[in-house]
C-alpha cells in the first residue's frame, strides 16, 4: 500500500457529488491517488451535509466506523468537508473523531490540511470566499456510467430563508465564469458524456457580467442557450430553480432548445402563504400557482418537482391543509418531503418557536406522503401507453437483465435489456408503473444520436417539447 491513497465519501445534495470531484482532481494533482476502499486508504474524507439533523447524525455514525479502521491502521488521516464542517467548525475535534477539517470553500487547501495533519497539528480552514468557484479545476468523474455529470455553475446562497443553514455554511452567492462551463462541458461531450445537470443552490441567480461597463452580462437563460447548443446529443438539465426568481426567459429557452430535459425542480415548501412568509420565501400560494400556469402554458409536458416542510414553526393544521390543496392542485411529478428540523443559528432557530410536536410533525409528513404517492401514480398511469425516450444510465439493481434510464422529464423508466447499452437513447413503450417508476418495453432498435428524436435539428417545437444522484436534490 502506498501512503497516498485518498477515499472519500459523500453525503447530501448534488452539489456535494460534483465538489468531491473538486476534491478528488487537487487531491490526485498534489500526488494522491483515488481509492473506492476505506482499507486501502492513507486519508478518509466524509463530505458532509448539515441541512437536517438526521443528516449530521449518519456523518457521526460513519466517523465511528472511520474510528475502528484507525485501530487497524492508526496513520490514518479523517478530514471532514462541506457543510458539517463549517457549521461546526473547531468543536469537531472535541471528539478526537477527525484529524482535518475543512469548509466548502477551502478545498485547494486539502493537501496543506493532510500535511499539517500527518506532521500532528490541528489542520483546519473553514474561510468562506467571496470568489472561489473552482473553476479551472477540471472534476475527476466519480460517477461509475460515464454518461450523466454534473457541473456546478455557481456556489453559495443569497436567500435567507429563515429555516436554512445553506448560506451559513456555503457563504454568499457567486456564479462561475461561463466560459469554463462550457469548456468543462465541452470536453464531457468529447468523452461521450449524454447528459448534464447544472447545479446551483439558485440557478435562476445566476450572472455573469464582464468589463467595467457590463459590456457582456450571461443570464441563466443565456447560459441554458450556451449550453444546450453544445451538441443537440447532450441532455441538459438544472436545479434548483427558485419561484421568486425563475423568468419567463428560462422557460422560453427551455422550450427552444429539444435537448433542455422538460424537468423543473420548483421547491414550494408550503402551501400556506402565512407559512412562506415566515420561511422568508419571497412569494404568495397564488404566485407559486401562477409560475406553476406558466410553465404549463409554455412547455405543456413539463414533469414538475418540489420540496416540501411539514411542522415549520407555529404551523397549524390550516396551514398544513394549504399544503395538502396546493399538493393536488398541482399534481408534482415527484417531491422530497421533510418534517422540520430546527438547524442552530438560522433565523428560525433564533427568533421561532419550533412549536410543533415531533409526532404532528411526523404524523402531517407522512400525510403529505400519501398524497404525493397517490397523486404521482395517477401521473404515472397517463404515461401507461406512450412511448418515451430514455437515456440508459445502468442495470438495474432487481435484475441483471433489465437496464434504467430516464425520460427527459426526469422519470425512472425500467425495461429489459436485449441488445441495449448504458448511454444509448432508447424508444421506450410504457406498459405499467408504480408511483416511483414506469415499467417498459424497448419499442425501437437504439438511437443514440440524438435526444427526442431530433436528429441535431434546433427547430423550436413550440409549446411542445421537453438529477440525477442520490437522493436529495441539491441543497
Ligand atoms: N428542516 C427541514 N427541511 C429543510 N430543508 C432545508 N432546511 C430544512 C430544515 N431546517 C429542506 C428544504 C430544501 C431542501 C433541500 O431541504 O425543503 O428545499
Ligand atoms: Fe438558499 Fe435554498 Fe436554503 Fe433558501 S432553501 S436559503 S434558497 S439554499
Keep these: 500500500m502506498g501512503n497516498k491513497n485518498v477515499y472519500i465519501e459523500t453525503y447530501g445534495c448534488q452539489m456535494n457529488v460534483s465538489d468531491s470531484e473538486v476534491v478528488a482532481s487537487i487531491m490526485q494533482e498534489a500526488g494522491y491517488t483515488m481509492t473506492d476502499r476505506l482499507s486501502s486508504a492513507n486519508v478518509a474524507l466524509i463530505n458532509t ?10 456523518v457521526w455514525g460513519r466517523l465511528y466506523v472511520f474510528k475502528q ?23 469537531l475535534f472535541d471528539k478526537g473523531l477527525v484529524d482535518i477539517v475543512a469548509g466548502p470553500d477551502a478545498y485547494r487547501d486539502l493537501p496543506n490540511l493532510v500535511q499539517q495533519a ?22 475527476v468523474r466519480m460517477d461509475a456510467n460515464g454518461v450523466a455529470a454534473f457541473v456546478s455553475i455557481m456556489r453559495g446562497c443569497n436567500n435567507v430563508c429563515t ?7 456555503r ?29 446551483g443552490q439558485n440557478v435562476d441567480s445566476y450572472r455573469w457580467t464582464e468589463g467595467s461597463e457590463a459590456s457582456r ?24 430553480s427558485h419561484p421568486k426568481d425563475m423568468s419567463n426567459g428560462v422557460l422560453y429557452t427551455m ?32 404566485e407559486y400557482l401562477q409560475r406553476i400556469a406558466k410553465i404549463r402554458e409554455i412547455i405543456p409536458q413539463c414533469a414538475i418537482s418540489t420540496d416540501i416542510i411539514a411542522g415549520f414553526c407555529s404551523e397549524t393544521q390550516e396551514d398544513h391543509e394549504a399544503t395538502l390543496s396546493l399538493m393536488r392542485d398541482v399534481a408534482f411529478d415527484y417531491a422530497f418531503m421533510f418534517q422540520y428540523s430546527e438547524r ?49 444510465e445502468g442495470v438495474s439493481k432487481r435484475s441483471e437483465d433489465e437496464l434504467f434510464g430516464r425520460t427527459p422529464q426526469n422519470k425512472v423508466v425500467v425495461f429489459p435489456k436485449r441488445q441495449h447499452r448504458i448511454g444509448d437513447y432508447v424508444q421506450v413503450k410504457i406498459i405499467r408503473c408504480s408511483s416511483a417508476t414506469l415499467i417498459g418495453e424497448a419499442a425501437s432498435p437504439p438511437a443514440p444520436q440524438s435526444p427526442a428524436g431530433e436528429q441535431g435539428s434546433y427547430a423550436p417545437e413550440g409549446a411542445t417539447i421537453n438529477s440525477k444522484g442520490q437522493r436529495p436534490v441539491i441543497k
Aim: aromatic share 4%; hydrophobic share 35%; glycine share 4%.
Design 163 to 169: 429555516y436554512c443553514v445553506v448560506p451559513y455554511t
Design 217 to 240: 452580462t450571461v443570464t441563466f437563460a443565456r447560459l441554458l442557450e450556451l449550453v444546450a447548443q453544445v451538441s443537440p446529443a447532450l441532455r441538459v438539465r438544472f436545479a434548483t
Design 118 to 139: 500527518a506532521n500532528g497539528q490541528k489542520a483546519i480552514n473553514v474561510l468562506l470566499s467571496r470568489e472561489e468557484t473552482y473553476a479551472d479545476i477540471a472534476p
Design 255 to 286: 422550450a427552444m432548445y429539444p435537448n433542455i430535459c422538460d424537468h423543473i425542480h420548483l421547491p414550494v415548501q408550503s402551501g400556506s402563504t402565512r407559512m412562506l412568509e415566515l420561511m422568508n420565501r419571497k412569494y404568495t400560494r397564488d
Design 171 to 199: 457563504g454568499g452567492e457567486r456564479s462561475r465564469n461561463p466560459d469554463t462551463i462550457v469548456r468543462e462541458i465541452r470536453e464531457l461531450v468529447a468523452r461521450g458524456y449524454k447528459e448534464v445537470t447544472l447545479l
Design 344 to 392: 442552530p443559528n438560522t433565523k428560525a432557530a433564533r427568533h421561532f418557536k419550533d412549536d410543533v410536536p415531533a409526532e404532528e410533525k411526523k404524523r402531517r409528513l407522512t400525510e403529505i406522503i400519501a398524497l404525493h404517492n397517490e397523486l404521482s401514480l395517477k401521473n404515472n398511469e397517463k404515461e401507461i401507453g406512450q412511448t418515451q425516450e430514455v437515456l440508459v
Design 69 to 91: 479502521q484507525k485501530r487497524r491502521n492508526p496513520s490514518l488521516l479523517v478530514g471532514m468537508l462541506g457543510c458539517m464542517a463549517e457549521r461546526l467548525k473547531e468543536d
Design 49 to 58: 451535509c448539515a441541512v437536517r439533523d438526521n443528516a449530521e447524525q449518519r
